[in-house]
């Protein structure tokens, strides 16, 4: 490799690289570091179209050396009925925070994908009953299998049910998760009765109208709700600010806090705690981070001089 070469990695790289359990556990990582204080704030930029729009997040973290990282996401929510694309596309870009070189340009989908899944597992191993069994999944997608593979790595699950608005989904959610996770998964016809009957509830779906309602929730429930922006302007959160229901002085605490020892996470059996995930910087970085070193042992990508 010479020095103004970058390593490429297609998502199919990144997948080969990077397992679920990695994730969350680099995941779990950054979150504590930077509850401690030891990584600065990340930022955010945005553009919007008719269609969808653009988010860039970056982050720097310091792991076995200086990084600087920064996602690049488009987010068209017709795309797959339109033109039969993903509704998110991507790429992440990594530097060197020692001299600015660009180390990797990698494709950005699964390291979204599973980082999402990841800050799910993480809040719930810290914010979850520690004996939840049972879990309602709203969104069968891909997002949703995510969830759902990373719920199972951190909880003592035995059940499963499967909420669409296509029947269908739920049906195909649960013959391709049966085998791989070994718990019962069920397509939920009812969903109030499956989050009545939950430990454990995640809404990851592009709905803009709330539909878990306050009264279907038992009380020690833990809700995940799986957005793509950041909470407060434009995730699921801002609905409840905009209407006058809460104010961002009642927030709680961010999950980096709860890691980090700061501030106590669950403190009874009985508390309803929603936890708003909306994908941060830090955690595309650490993703990305491990996924860049663990190529330069294996030998995967190729390279290219942009200076060339």
């Known amino acids: 490799m010479q020095n103004d070469s970058t390593l490429l990695l297609s998502r199919s790289d990144v997948e080969t690289l990077l397992s679920l359990s990695e ?50 996401n488009t987010n068209f929510a017709q795309n797959y009925v339109r033109f039969g694309l993903p509704t998110i596309q991507g790429v992440i870009v990594l530097y060197d925070a020692d001299n600015g070189r660009l180390l990797t340009v990698l494709d950005s989908m699964e390291i979204t994908l599973k980082r999402t899944a990841a800050a799910t597992a993480v809040a719930a191993k810290y914010l979850a009953r520690k004996n939840s069994s049972v879990a309602t999944i709203c969104g069968c997608g891909v997002q949703g299998r995510a969830q759902l593979r990373a719920l199972s790595l951190v909880l003592p699950l035995r059940k499963a049910y499967a909420f669409d608005v296509d029947a269908n989904a739920s049906l195909r959610f649960a013959a391709e998760l049966l085998p791989e996770v070994k718990i019962d998964i069920e397509p939920a016809c009812n969903l109030p009765d499956a989050i009545r009957a939950s430990d454990v509830v995640v809404t990851c779906t592009p709905a803009t109208e709330f539909f878990v309602h306050k009264d279907d929730v038992n009380s020690g429930t833990f809700m995940a709700a799986v957005g793509l922006e950041q909470i407060c302007s434009i995730g699921d959160t801002h609905h409840a600010i905009a209407k006058g229901l809460m104010q961002i002085e009642s927030l709680y605490a961010e999950l980096a806090e709860v890691v980090a020892g700061k501030k106590a996470g669950r403190t ?35 390279y290219l001089a942009f200076t060339a």
Do not use: M, W
């Open 268 to 302: 009874s059996e009985a508390e309803i705690i929603v936890f708003d995930s909306t994908g941060v910087a830090i955690e595309d970085a650490a993703a990305a981070t491990l996924v860049y070193e663990k190529a330069l042992t294996t030998g995967l990508g190729n």
């Open 23 to 72: 994730c969350i556990d680099a995941v779990e990582k950054v979150f504590r570091e930077q509850g401690e204080g030891k990584i600065p704030p990340s930022g955010i930029l945005g553009v919007r179209t008719q269609s969808g729009g653009l988010h860039i997040k970056t982050a720097y973290l310091s792991s076995t050396k200086n990084y600087i990282a920064a996602k690049l």
